[in-house]
């Protein structure tokens, strides 16, 4: 039985409270394991190049600059982790994810909302990850 990597979350909100919920959160989540919080921007993408997430939940109003400068800056990391923004802003959905979000989500949604977002983006990397290891012939 093939054991799965978990996917290495990091959580980036300027909110003590939000953070702690959202750790609680992705407790319930079997395959996610968190391994870095950030309350502003600079911290994050230090964090980013030290822990090498897989994944990366941004609130687009945390400060430090604009997030969208963090999805832009992603192009010179070596690891490029996906990223789920949230904002409280759902009228904005359409421009993150121009700007190179993988996912949106709505601070006004659910939970599950949340949650079914991870899944979508975990499930896409392993497809990717199989794919590339049927093009190697690994």
């Known amino acids: 039985m093939s054991q799965r990597i978990k996917t290495r979350v990091i959580v980036a909100h300027s909110d003590q409270r939000v953070r702690s919920a959202l750790r609680l959160l992705l407790r319930e989540e079997p395959e996610l394991t968190l391994v870095g919080e950030s309350s502003d921007l600079p911290n994050l993408v230090s964090q980013i190049r030290q822990l090498k997430p897989d994944l990366v939940l941004l609130d687009w109003e945390l400060?430090?600059?604009?997030?969208a400068a963090l999805l832009l800056a992603q192009t010179t990391l070596d690891n490029k982790p996906?990223?789920?923004?949230?904002?409280?802003r759902p009228e904005l959905e359409e421009m993150i994810l121009a700007a190179g979000a993988d996912r949106f989500v709505s601070k006004g949604?659910?939970?599950?909302?949340?949650?079914?977002?991870?899944?979508?983006?975990?499930?896409?990397?392993?497809?990717?990850v199989t794919d590339?290891?049927?093009?190697?012939?690994?």
Not at 63 to 67: L, N, T
Not at 132 to 138: A, F, I, P, V
Request: glycine share 6%; charged share 40%; no cysteine.
């Open 63 to 67: 400060p430090g600059r604009p997030a």
């Open 109 to 128: 949604d659910a939970p599950e909302a949340l949650l079914s977002a991870f899944r979508q983006l975990t499930e896409k990397s392993r497809e990717e």
């Open 132 to 138: 590339r290891e049927e093009e190697s012939g690994d």
């Open 82 to 88: 996906r990223v789920i923004v949230f904002s409280a």
